[in-house]
């Protein structure tokens, strides 16, 4: 009526620059499934002004932009004014008659913003509540009666860089004052929401005047999404004795029945370690806090460890080697009642070898909790052809109860069903093959296999095996022009964190080498190469339905779960993967003959760290892999300057921690097998 197009309007909604990589869009979808089951559930982040940046890349590298996501305002959310909270910093701590006083503080403000998250066909609308840093309303009136306005308005700015920029970061650790004041800014707004809610709602209240906080764990489940929200476990011990005026043992036991912990990640570098000197500056009172937890937590671990002085140093919550630090998993451990890691083999690992002396301890307290996705927007959503086809053959209730598409098997001999699907798929493709012509000026042969691995950038995924694995066929090609070989294009997308220096450095190898096979008029149409730029969920809704192939390739053992794994699967794509994260029980689930598994598992990862894993023996044994190298070290792929790439091959031939050459033989086998 409007002469408008719906489509072209959705085009232009920005994607919400909140999350970071998977952990991000893993909220999003336990929104949504809460939602839709119809869970009493709030979602609590920050209102980041810019989000995870945009992604340029020029001349074939990576350059970050700004995501300014709400330059337009964001149509969906509600400001809150009448609930903004304050939030402190700095001061000093008292002893008062009455207990420990945290005065003298710097206070900024938490806005609160409501975004409604509406449950599928339930009438249900659960909200995500974002906070957004606001200054204290008054001027800083020393300057501003000495004449500086402009000092006094720039002091005030300062206060509201905390909820400026998302840390781009993904799976490491930057201990940076911004980031744990942004941390403790989530923390503490959210615990005084969570509370005043409790205590106005009609069973708090009277509960509240009758017994206190004794029914808040009945009440109030907090679930820490990795170590990021870890300082609630102290802000809440903090609330309930100081301000509340509970003893510190009552405080403790409705703590530590109120939170648990989700563990995403094994990878040591990624476990955040604050030092002790920024929380004793920032967040004086809550560093007490956490001495005297891990001063009453050692005392239990020497009663049940009576001697074993390296066990208490190693379950210590203080690092005291080198710089004192708080290992923040430890205090979410201790501080919560059920610690879970998000797939089978990361939980066991988990239980193994990192966490091994507090599940040795307290075994019960440990879970597996395997990460999922919502097939409202992975499926239903982005993939309308196909979702009509299962409809049509097995109605509607799939879209709540996914256990229901197991009745699509009676049809997979079915000759009509599997022509209606390879339609799907081939509309998909054509699609997708359109938007990457007219992006990136590559003719895109429909028919070919869409090979893909989008995710963030990062050595322990492997997007450099990939690279080796196209860097073989193209050679494979061009040895023997006139072989059988299925048109193939590879597609690798993702992010690298702006100080990581090896992941941008696959990410300009494999733009170099798809100059050069996409520019090779011997290759032709057979193989080419697209570095899709910005991934993003808008991107990933019209990348999933037109994959035939899912690259999930990490070095078994650290691969916390996936879920991209996941979404690929769901929409008809067949995986290539290793024994890691969730692809071990999607095997189980679909059965190994529908998956394509190669390299080793966890156990054979270990027992070759421990014999000595030596890249170079690799190199010398495996031809096609050496070639690979080779060109890579003498410019082959860089317009003849060997120095370009010489980082990358310096960490594959001496550095290859996780395992690169000893797959790629593997996986150039394996692959060829797939087609």
């Known amino acids: 009526m409007l002469g408008l197009d719906i489509e072209e309007l959705e085009e232009l909604e920005e994607d919400a620059g909140l999350g970071n990589g998977g952990l991000g869009r893993l909220a999003a979808c336990f929104l949504d499934s809460m939602a839709t089951l119809g869970l009493a559930a709030y979602g609590y982040g920050i209102r980041y002004e810019y989000g995870i940046f945009a992604q340029k890349i020029v001349n074939g590298e990576q350059q970050e932009e700004p995501d300014d996501w709400l330059r337009f305002g964001n149509p969906w959310e509600k400001a809150r004014p009448e609930y903004m909270l304050p939030v402190n910093f700095y001061g000093r701590v008292e002893d008062t008659p009455t207990g420990k006083k945290w005065v003298d503080t710097q206070v900024v403000f938490a806005l609160p913003y409501d975004n409604p998250i ?13 906070w957004s840093a606001k200054s204290p309303v008054e001027f800083n009136l020393k300057f501003f009666n000495d004449g500086d306005y402009i000092q006094a308005v720039i002091d005030r700015n300062i206060a509201e860089n905390i909820s400026r920029v998302l840390y781009p970061n993904d799976n490491f650790f930057e201990g940076k004052e911004l980031r744990l004041k942004q941390e403790y800014f989530m923390v503490a707004a959210t615990l005084q929401d969570i509370i005043r809610r409790y205590k106005s709602s009609r069973f708090g209240s009277r509960e509240v005047v009758r017994t206190g906080f004794d029914s808040f764990p009945d009440k109030v489940a907090i679930q820490l999404n990795d170590t990021h929200p870890s300082m609630a476990v102290p802000e809440l011990m903090r609330i309930l004795v100081d301000v509340e005026g509970l003893d510190w043992d009552k405080a403790w036991e409705l703590t530590k029945r109120t939170c648990a912990y989700t563990n995403h990640t094994v990878l040591p570098e990624a476990l955040e370690r604050w030092p002790c000197s920024m929380l004793e500056n920032i967040l004086p009172r809550h560093m007490q806090i956490i001495y005297h937890i891990n001063y009453l937590f050692m005392q239990d671990v020497s009663k049940r460890y009576p001697g074993d002085m390296d066990k208490m140093r190693r379950m210590s919550l203080i690092e005291e080697s080198g710089e004192k630090r708080v290992n923040m998993a430890h205090l979410c451990i201790v501080g919560s009642h059920a610690v879970n890691g998000v797939a089978a083999i990361h939980s066991q690992i988990l239980k193994d070898s990192v966490f091994r002396d507090f599940y040795e301890m307290d075994p019960e307290k440990f879970q597996n909790k395997t990460n999922g996705i919502t097939p409202r927007r992975w499926l239903l959503l982005c993939n309308p052809a196909l979702s009509d086809i299962i409809c049509e053959k097995i109605g509607e209730s799939w879209v709540v109860h996914l256990e229901e598409l197991q009745q699509l098997k009676q049809f997979a001999e079915d000759a009509g069903f599997q022509r209606a699907v390879q339609k799907a798929k081939q509309e998909n493709k054509m699609r997708l093959a359109e938007l990457l ?37 193209y050679n494979r090609i061009k040895k023997n022009p006139n072989a059988h070989f299925v048109p193939r294009t590879v597609m690798i997308g993702g992010k690298a964190a702006p100080g990581y220096y090896m992941a941008k450095n696959i990410i300009k190898l494999i733009c170099a080498v798809g100059n050069v096979v996409n520019n090779d008029p011997i290759v032709g149409d057979k193989l080419k190469v697209i570095y899709l730029e910005n991934y993003r969920v808008t991107l990933a809704e ?115 921690r996780y395992l690169h050459n000893s797959c790629e033989g593997m996986i150039s086998q394996l692959v060829c097998l797939v087609t």
Request: proline share 3%; net charge negative.
């Open 437 to 473: 012509t007219k992006e990136y000026n590559v003719e895109i042969n429909p028919s070919s296999i869409f090979d893909i691995q989008v995710k963030r950038i990062h050595e322990y995924k492997r997007q450099l095996l990939n690279c080796l694995h196209i860097i073989t066929m």
């Open 118 to 130: 509406p449950g599928y066909g339930n009438n249900v609308v659960n909200t995500l509540r974002l």
């Open 542 to 656: 019209k990348i999933m339905p037109a994959a035939d192939l899912s690259e999930q390739i990490s070095t078994a053992g650290t691969e916390a779960s996936g879920t991209g794994n996941m979404k690929f699967m769901l929409n008809g794509a067949l995986t290539v993967g290793t024994l890691d994260g969730a692809n071990i029980e999607m095997a189980e689930e679909m059965g190994l003959d529908n998956i394509f598994i190669f390299g080793m598992n966890v156990e054979e990862v270990e027992a070759l760290h421990r014999k000595g894993y030596n890249a170079l023996d690799y190199y010398n044994s495996l031809p096609e892999l050496k070639q690979c190298i080779d060109q890579i070290q003498n410019g082959f792929f860089s317009a003849g300057n060997p120095d370009t790439f010489k980082d990358v091959v310096n960490a594959l031939l001496y550095h290859d």
